[in-house]
């Protein structure tokens, strides 16, 4: 289990992380959700006692990370996937990190195996694809077969196979009781991996919560209507209390109502329906509205052209 | 779908004991060894060393038949078959400064970091490892150069000393002098000369943890080693000779020299015991405040 509580860091004057508090729990893979720059990895470096907070406290299973005797064995972490020496060859790059924790040559070649990385054990590290570099950065969270792991974008460079490899693998480690936290800034592959959500947004905390709550109490129903006589619906609908606004291309979008009651307003008043299908937002849209305000850099839509 | 198995040997967090300088060393060798450029580095000390001593041997021992009595009295066979140190400060700083500036470069430094928690403990495995690595190199080296530098001196007809005299007492010695480690200050001058390279490479090695940063440790480095002497060779005497016997160049040369020479250098150096805990003392407050830094600052 890993417990943050009041999290704050400054670099400078910038607030990378402002009094951010949030539980991981065993045996469930939590996803760590928030825009580029939103405090992600500084999070994940005072979790492993490598920044210093300014204030606040994060712990794993209650003791701090700097308390820990053989802190391999009871947490693994990606951090980042290039971060090796180009000139080692993978297999003494995990040796060199098995010997810190007195972890046994073997165990080197079994996560080698687990990753899919046996074949290219001896090669130089300098010659992997970012895709090979993130299995060798999870090979080395896995050495010392914690308990509690961490990922920070264990998905960039995957392509859609190794996507669904990592998938798999975090689910079937917080299968076996493991605390699995992993970040990301995609919203619909968190949905597809994590039960729980950790949402953060310049540093503070959006959301602490399971991804179906994140979703439902974040999402309006929404009906979409089509009607050749739209216009008559929209003032019998209105008329029984819901919302509507008309879509670019005519149709009704509705919200406040049921498909069902739709359905029968419409019967009621004898409008032929050509569609009636209710509608979700997209994970990703709720999780940029959500977050919209606590992006930092935000793009410009469409340059300029002068005329 | 891979499942994790765990080892025949579960890795128990509980087990006694801790991840600590023992466990540090062998995972910092395991990294040394395992990259090419410290074989390369290792390689040119070697042949810089042995190979320099040979040339410059030879070339003294050409000149001998040129020199007058003030200059024959001062050939200093073992200085010359130390030669090779010249090149080898430098690569010994690459190599100190590099043990900690790759792993900022890349980021590898957070790993470790994360590995043995206690930064003071990475400190100590860093520095014990590229420290015996340096020594062992650089002992061996200067033993082997001296070796080849004598018999060199001795293939041009030069004649060891009698057992005890200094190279300076052979003021009106017709003969090149050839040393052997019963020779006065000879055998202190070769181990030395690996005990200054050894220092050095921790300097670097202090440089690299204050600036986290290769070109920038290395270039301190150099700077310190090369440039600061010219600086202070500009300044009125009145003060360059009061500072000059302090830079670590002319410490190396006073723990090297055997022959005290009285007339280049006196008052110029200290004596060989002098500079080597002088060097020293530089030394262990660069890796201090190295280490302090490395404690203090995130990673």
Same mark, same amino acid.
């Given at each position: 289990m890993i417990e943050a509580v009041g999290l704050s860091k400054s670099y400078g004057k910038t607030k990378a992380v402002d009094d951010l508090s949030f539980e991981v729990r065993a045996g469930l893979v939590t996803g760590f959700l928030g825009p580029n720059g939103s405090g992600k990895s500084t999070t994940m470096r005072m979790i492993l006692g490598l920044d210093h907070p300014d204030a606040g406290t994060v712990t794993l299973g209650g003791r701090r990370y700097h308390d820990l005797h053989w802190p391999l064995r009871e947490v693994g972490a990606l951090l980042e996937a290039k971060a090796v020496h180009p000139g080692r060859s993978a297999r003494l790059h995990l040796w060199s990190l098995a010997q810190t924790n007195a972890i046994p040559k073997n165990r080197v070649d079994e996560v080698l195996d687990l990753v899919g990385l046996a074949s290219v054990a001896e090669r130089r590290v300098g010659k992997?694809?970012?895709?090979?570099?993130?299995?060798?950065? &999870?090979?080395?969270?896995?050495?010392?077969?914690?308990?509690v792991l961490l990922f920070d974008e264990p998905i960039n460079g995957l392509d859609p196979e190794g996507i669904l490899w990592v998938r798999n693998l975090l689910k079937s480690l917080a299968g076996e009781g493991r605390t699995i936290f992993v970040s990301s800034h995609l919203m619909s592959e968190m949905a597809q991996t994590a039960t729980e959500l950790v949402v953060i947004g310049r540093g503070t905390l959006i959301?602490?919560?399971?991804?179906?709550?994140?979703?439902?109490?974040?999402?309006?129903?929404? !009906?979409?209507?089509?009607?050749?006589?739209?216009?008559?619906?929209?003032?019998?609908? !209105?008329?029984i209390g819901a919302t509507v606004s008309v879509a670019d291309d005519g149709a009704l979008v509705v919200t406040g109502s049921t498909t069902e009651r739709i359905g029968e307003a419409a019967h009621a008043a004898g409008i032929r329906l050509h569609e009636l299908s209710p509608q979700q937002a997209s994970l990703e849209e709720v999780f940029m509205d959500l977050t919209a305000d606590a992006v930092d850099f935000h793009g410009t839509s469409g340059a300029t052209v002068p005329r | 779908m891979t499942t994790t198995t765990t080892t025949g040997s579960p890795l128990l967090a509980t087990a006694p004991g801790r991840a600590g300088l023992r466990q540090g060393i062998l995972s910092e060798w395991t990294k040394l060894r395992s990259v090419r450029s410290t074989w390369i580095a290792l390689l040119v000390i070697v042949v810089a060393g042995i190979g320099l001593s040979a040339l410059i041997s030879n070339v003294e021992a050409g000149r001998w038949g040129t020199l007058g009595a003030a200059d024959r009295a001062q050939f200093d066979p073992v200085r010359f078959s130390q030669a090779g140190e010249f090149?080898?400060?430098?690569?010994?700083?690459? *190599?100190?400064?590099?043990? /900690?500036?790759?792993?900022?470069?890349?980021?590898?430094?957070? !790993?470790?970091?994360?590995?043995?928690?206690?930064?003071?403990?990475?400190?100590?495995?860093?520095?014990?490892?590229?420290?015996? /690595?340096?020594?062992?190199?650089? +002992? /061996?080296?200067?033993?082997?150069?001296?070796?080849?530098?004598?018999?060199?001196?001795?293939?041009?007809?030069?004649?060891?000393?009698? +057992?005890?005299? !200094?190279?300076?007492?052979?003021?009106?010695?017709?003969?090149?002098?050839?040393?052997?480690?019963?020779?006065?200050?000879?055998?202190?001058? /070769?181990?030395?000369?690996? &005990?200054?390279?050894?220092? *050095?490479?921790?300097?670097?090695?202090?440089?690299?943890?204050?600036?986290?940063?290769?070109?920038?440790?290395?270039?301190?480095?150099?700077?310190?080693?090369?440039?600061?002497? *010219?600086? &202070?060779?500009? *300044?009125?005497?009145?003060?360059?000779?009061? &500072?000059?016997?302090?830079?670590?160049?002319?410490?190396?040369?006073a723990m090297i020299v055997v022959t005290t020479r009285k007339t280049d250098f006196a008052g110029v150096l200290l004596s060989p015991w002098a500079a080597a805990m002088t060097l020293a003392v530089y030394t262990v407050v660069i890796v201090a405040v190295g280490g302090w830094l490395l404690a203090r600052r995130d990673a």
């Amino acid at each position: 289990m890993i417990e943050a509580v009041g999290l704050s860091k400054s670099y400078g004057k910038t607030k990378a992380v402002d009094d951010l508090s949030f539980e991981v729990r065993a045996g469930l893979v939590t996803g760590f959700l928030g825009p580029n720059g939103s405090g992600k990895s500084t999070t994940m470096r005072m979790i492993l006692g490598l920044d210093h907070p300014d204030a606040g406290t994060v712990t794993l299973g209650g003791r701090r990370y700097h308390d820990l005797h053989w802190p391999l064995r009871e947490v693994g972490a990606l951090l980042e996937a290039k971060a090796v020496h180009p000139g080692r060859s993978a297999r003494l790059h995990l040796w060199s990190l098995a010997q810190t924790n007195a972890i046994p040559k073997n165990r080197v070649d079994e996560v080698l195996d687990l990753v899919g990385l046996a074949s290219v054990a001896e090669r130089r590290v300098g010659k992997f694809s970012l895709g090979m570099s993130q299995r060798l950065g &999870i090979a080395s969270a896995l050495l010392g077969d914690p308990g509690v792991l961490l990922f920070d974008e264990p998905i960039n460079g995957l392509d859609p196979e190794g996507i669904l490899w990592v998938r798999n693998l975090l689910k079937s480690l917080a299968g076996e009781g493991r605390t699995i936290f992993v970040s990301s800034h995609l919203m619909s592959e968190m949905a597809q991996t994590a039960t729980e959500l950790v949402v953060i947004g310049r540093g503070t905390l959006i959301a602490d919560t399971t991804v179906d709550d994140f979703i439902s109490s974040n999402t309006v129903a929404t !009906t979409l209507v089509r009607s050749p006589d739209a216009g008559r619906l929209a003032g019998v609908l !209105t008329s029984i209390g819901a919302t509507v606004s008309v879509a670019d291309d005519g149709a009704l979008v509705v919200t406040g109502s049921t498909t069902e009651r739709i359905g029968e307003a419409a019967h009621a008043a004898g409008i032929r329906l050509h569609e009636l299908s209710p509608q979700q937002a997209s994970l990703e849209e709720v999780f940029m509205d959500l977050t919209a305000d606590a992006v930092d850099f935000h793009g410009t839509s469409g340059a300029t052209v002068p005329r | 779908m891979t499942t994790t198995t765990t080892t025949g040997s579960p890795l128990l967090a509980t087990a006694p004991g801790r991840a600590g300088l023992r466990q540090g060393i062998l995972s910092e060798w395991t990294k040394l060894r395992s990259v090419r450029s410290t074989w390369i580095a290792l390689l040119v000390i070697v042949v810089a060393g042995i190979g320099l001593s040979a040339l410059i041997s030879n070339v003294e021992a050409g000149r001998w038949g040129t020199l007058g009595a003030a200059d024959r009295a001062q050939f200093d066979p073992v200085r010359f078959s130390q030669a090779g140190e010249f090149i080898s400060q430098f690569v010994v700083g690459v *190599l100190g400064a590099l043990i /900690v500036t790759s792993e900022y470069a890349n980021g590898a430094i957070r !790993t470790t970091l994360a590995t043995l928690p206690r930064r003071t403990t990475v400190l100590a495995a860093k520095a014990v490892v590229i420290g015996a /690595v340096i020594f062992v190199v650089s +002992e /061996v080296t200067a033993f082997a150069s001296f070796f080849v530098g004598q018999a060199v001196l001795t293939a041009h007809g030069g004649k060891t000393l009698p +057992e005890g005299s !200094t190279t300076l007492t052979q003021v009106k010695s017709s003969f090149i002098p050839v040393a052997t480690f019963s020779s006065t200050g000879a055998a202190r001058a /070769v181990f030395f000369c690996g &005990i200054y390279l050894t220092l *050095l490479a921790l300097v670097a090695f202090g440089f690299g943890l204050i600036l986290r940063h290769t070109a920038g440790a290395i270039s301190l480095f150099v700077g310190v080693l090369l440039v600061i002497p *010219l600086i &202070i060779q500009i *300044l009125p005497s009145s003060i360059s000779d009061s &500072i000059e016997k302090f830079l670590p160049s002319n410490l190396g040369l006073a723990m090297i020299v055997v022959t005290t020479r009285k007339t280049d250098f006196a008052g110029v150096l200290l004596s060989p015991w002098a500079a080597a805990m002088t060097l020293a003392v530089y030394t262990v407050v660069i890796v201090a405040v190295g280490g302090w830094l490395l404690a203090r600052r995130d990673a």
